[in-house]
């Protein structure tokens, strides 16, 4: 009779573990890395759907306030990327309001996953926004984002 519960419980595990684990994947072109990557942590793919990709990618010019303009060969190189590595509405949620840009700070998921970080956190001079996962998770750049990692701005770690 334990045998079912026991055969469940170690299916699920490997999925909580890559819950935590956001890699880049292996085919990203080295434009992805040098432009995305240069102004910000160069996200995972999963983190938005295609459509939200698609629309970052299109308003490049007015890249959340900045101007992160591409000529069109890298700029389609890096959204074909993007696109074909999207995450389904499990992780990036429904797509954003008419108008808005994609913000994955404004997925679902984000939200249930930060729901417990105090808003003075994120006014932080050190965190800034809540795009930058890279002032808490310690290896964010390597697409972790264990609990276990995570160092807030005031060096205590979150499971303190």
């Not at 519960?5 to 699920?12: D, H, I, K, S, T």
């Not at 390597?142 to 701005?153: F, H």
Request: with cysteine.
């Amino acid at each position: 009779m334990k045998t079912p519960y026991l055969v469940a419980a170690l299916l699920v595990l490997p999925l909580a573990a890559r819950a935590d684990k956001l890699v880049i994947p292996a085919n990203a072109p080295p434009a992805f890395e040098a432009e995305c990557g240069a102004c910000h942590l160069a996200y995972p793919p999963a983190l938005l759907h295609a459509k939200a990709w698609h629309q970052v990618m299109t308003k490049l010019d007015n890249h959340y306030g900045d101007n992160a303009g591409l000529d069109a060969k890298t700029r389609q190189t890096i959204e074909t990327f993007l696109v074909q590595n999207a995450g389904g509405d499990k992780v990036s949620g429904a797509p954003m309001a008419k108008g808005e840009p994609p913000r994955l700070t404004a997925t679902p998921w984000f939200k249930r996953k930060h729901h417990e970080v105090p808003a003075k956190v994120w006014q932080d001079p050190k965190v800034k926004s809540p795009a930058n996962c890279a002032a808490c998770h310690t290896r964010a750049a390597e697409g972790s984002y264990r609990e276990r990692e995570i160092v807030m701005p005031d060096g205590r770690r979150w499971e303190e």
